[in-house]
């Protein structure tokens, strides 16, 4: 549904802005007994097993050497090894590379502008401004950037900090936590939140402002932009 034109049947890259806005109204709206997905798996599951266990991905460290020594308590000698691996070669196993729909939400913008050539199938002009655009700055430069709206924000790190707080109180002994190791988490969620925010993390490209710059606009797209 994505790789037409939005004329032709296609449907729209949403920003990230309107992504996590659609998330959180349909979180909201599940009322006050609402349960993370994740929750909602190992509250299901742990009807009919004894060990069922949330593992979280986001913590810091490689995942898999994570996930070995944390969900497979017999498993230490691979534990082993698999740490010892990591610290000599000083990476990670498993990179989790995130993505994003910068190229595609320009190109779709530029089609409505009717600044592409026409007839041009829509995965054309996308790889060459992903490709461009890579050898660029703009993805990068904050002048090209649209960021949430503080009311947007606020309701992101307040369904944030709902989630790790389950996430963190179930995976380290439930009400047995005290309120001191509690603080000391909440203050790392926090950090850890505020340094996403501070590096762009929560904001996305802005098509129009791209857009209203011709000569990049040109450079982007090279000879599928016709003005």
Known sequence: QYLQWQDKGGLLHPSFEEFLDRQLVEW?????????????????????????????????????????????????????????????????????????????????????????????????????????????????????????SKPLENRFWNTSLTFFENLYHQGNGGSHVSREEWELAKEKHDSLFRSLKARGKFCDINPESILENATLTKQIFGKFYTG
């Open 28 to 148: 909201d709206s599940t009322g006050p007994n609402n349960v993370q997905s994740s929750f909602w798996a190992y509250f299901t599951w742990r009807k009919h097993f004894d060990d069922v266990q949330i593992f979280d991905l986001h913590q810091s460290g490689d995942a898999l050497t994570n996930f070995v020594c944390t969900m497979i308590p017999t498993a230490n000698h691979t534990c082993l090894l698999l740490n010892e691996y990591v610290k000599e070669k000083g990476t990670t196993m498993v990179k989790r590379v995130s993505s994003n729909f910068h190229t595609e939400r320009l190109a779709e913008a530029a089609y409505s502008k009717g600044v592409l050539k026409k007839g041009l199938v829509k995965i054309l002009p996308v790889h060459i401004a992903k490709f461009t655009m890579s050898q660029m700055d703009v993805n990068s430069n904050p002048k090209y950037w649209s960021c949430l």
